[in-house]
């Protein structure tokens, strides 16, 4: 009796555990399903944002140096991003900008000093035109920097407010080699720059009753752009030879006098204005804000000089002379030249002077 029973509690037990067993497997399954599935891809980490290298080239002319220098410590302090800066200078200028920036706050600036040879601009330029052989350095970029495929083109007197990058970043049209900012965009186009012909138009730099100028079909009538701001596609600028076009506007110059007596701008733009007529993209004109030295009075108001990415003071009156216009707001990026070759002249130094 005792046997028996002991068997029917074993079949008890034995049974109980198999539904145990199954209520587990149960269990486990409905847990496998809802609390731990499977999953088939990891969220991306957000990826850490790349900061681009950018390169700007600049000219750096002796008597004009200063310009230079604060154009490049207002870029270098107004980005995260590295700039490679490549210096386009002459024999006579080399020592003299490396002493400024190694001995001042610029010592660690990543720079370049380029030299130019003006044997490349001989039969290209009258030789009765007083003019800077590195006024020219912009149309032989590709020669200049052949590992770079774009790049910023600076003149030296300019000070950038906004993250270079932005410029940099400037979208260039498929078959274009450059962006320029126009000189009918909405910012330029409201002030009249006196007694410098059609300021913002192709009729400013052409002489139109040349034939060669006729055939072009450049309508007068074309606005025209600024050349000391720009950025450049050097690959599709090799591709299209545009060095050897300007060179080509350069010569017959020479032979026929095409380009405009009052011309409304450097004699480096009507050549520009050609190679590039209808092909080429634009800048934001923010980027471009110029002729703030076409004369000594305030032409925009100081709000919206704070506001602009990029300051040029195009003209007569630079920022380092005696008469200019916002100077102060040049000042702020100026670096003491310490070897002293280099000084602003202001008014109140003359006057101290003359004491």
């Given at each position: 009796?005792?046997?028996?029973?002991a068997?029917?509690?074993?079949?008890?037990?034995?049974?109980?555990?198999?539904?145990?067993s199954?209520?587990?497997?149960?269990?486990s399954?409905?847990?496998?399903l809802?609390?731990f599935?499977?999953?088939?891809?990891l969220?991306?980490?957000p990826?850490e944002?790349?900061?681009?290298?950018?390169p700007v080239?600049?000219?750096?002319v002796e008597?004009r140096?200063?310009?230079?220098?604060?154009?490049?410590?207002?870029i270098s302090?107004?980005?995260?991003?590295?700039?490679t800066?490549?210096?386009?200078t002459m024999?006579?200028t080399?020592?003299?900008?490396?002493?400024?920036i190694s001995?001042?706050?610029l010592?660690?600036?990543?720079?370049k000093?380029l030299?130019?040879d003006?044997?490349v601009?001989?039969?290209?330029?009258?030789?009765?035109?007083?003019?800077?052989p590195?006024?020219?350095?912009?149309?032989?970029?590709?020669?200049?920097i052949p590992?770079v495929?774009?790049?910023?083109?600076?003149d030296?007197?300019?000070?950038?407010q906004?993250?270079?990058?932005?410029?940099?970043?400037t979208?260039i049209?498929?078959?274009?080699?450059?962006?320029?900012?126009?000189d009918?965009?909405?910012?330029t186009s409201k002030?009249?720059?006196?007694?410098a012909?059609?300021?913002?138009?192709?009729i400013?730099?052409?002489d139109?009753?040349?034939?060669t100028?006729?055939?072009?079909?450049?309508?007068?009538?074309?606005?025209?752009?600024?050349?000391?701001?720009?950025?450049?596609?050097?690959?599709?600028?090799?591709?299209?030879?545009i060095?050897r076009q300007l060179?080509?506007?350069?010569?017959?110059?020479?032979?026929?006098?095409?380009?405009?007596?009052?011309?409304a701008?450097?004699?480096?733009?009507p050549p520009?204005?050609?190679?590039?007529?209808k092909?080429?993209?634009?800048?934001?004109?923010?980027?471009?804000?110029r002729?703030?030295?076409?004369?000594?009075?305030k032409?925009?108001?100081f709000?919206?000089?704070?506001?602009a990415?990029?300051?040029?003071w195009?003209?007569?009156?630079?920022?380092?002379?005696?008469?200019?216009s916002?100077?102060?707001?040049?000042?702020k990026?100026?670096?003491?030249d310490?070897?002293?070759?280099?000084?602003?002249?202001?008014?109140?130094?003359?006057?101290e002077?003359?004491?």
């Amino acid at each position: 009796m005792t046997c028996r029973k002991a068997v029917v509690f074993l079949l008890i037990l034995h049974h109980n555990l198999l539904g145990l067993s199954d209520i587990l497997k149960r269990q486990s399954s409905d847990v496998s399903l809802v609390g731990f599935q499977r999953i088939d891809f990891l969220p991306e980490a957000p990826e850490e944002k790349k900061l681009v290298e950018v390169p700007v080239v600049i000219t750096a002319v002796e008597n004009r140096l200063g310009g230079a220098i604060a154009a490049i410590n207002s870029i270098s302090s107004n980005t995260q991003s590295t700039v490679t800066f490549y210096i386009v200078t002459m024999n006579d200028t080399k020592e003299h900008l490396r002493t400024w920036i190694s001995e001042s706050k610029l010592k660690n600036v990543k720079y370049k000093i380029l030299d130019f040879d003006p044997q490349v601009l001989e039969g290209k330029i009258r030789a009765d035109e007083r003019v800077k052989p590195l006024t020219f350095a912009r149309f032989y970029l590709p020669d200049l920097i052949p590992g770079v495929e774009k790049v910023i083109y600076l003149d030296d007197d300019v000070i950038v407010q906004g993250d270079i990058v932005e410029l940099y970043k400037t979208p260039i049209k498929v078959g274009h080699a450059a962006a320029f900012s126009e000189d009918c965009d909405s910012v330029t186009s409201k002030y009249l720059v006196r007694g410098a012909g059609s300021q913002y138009n192709y009729i400013g730099y052409f002489d139109y009753k040349k034939e060669t100028i006729r055939k072009l079909g450049m309508k007068a009538s074309t606005c025209s752009f600024n050349p000391g701001v720009f950025v450049a596609n050097l690959t599709e600028w090799r591709r299209q030879n545009i060095t050897r076009q300007l060179e080509k506007w350069m010569e017959l110059d020479v032979e026929e006098e095409l380009y405009s007596k009052t011309l409304a701008g450097s004699i480096t733009a009507p050549p520009l204005l050609i190679v590039f007529y209808k092909m080429h993209s634009s800048i934001d004109p923010m980027w471009h804000v110029r002729h703030l030295g076409s004369s000594t009075g305030k032409r925009y108001s100081f709000q919206f000089v704070n506001a602009a990415r990029l300051l040029h003071w195009n003209g007569h009156f630079k920022p380092w002379g005696r008469a200019a216009s916002y100077s102060e707001i040049w000042e702020k990026w100026y670096v003491p030249d310490p070897t002293g070759k280099f000084s602003i002249i202001r008014r109140h130094t003359e006057a101290e002077r003359e004491k």
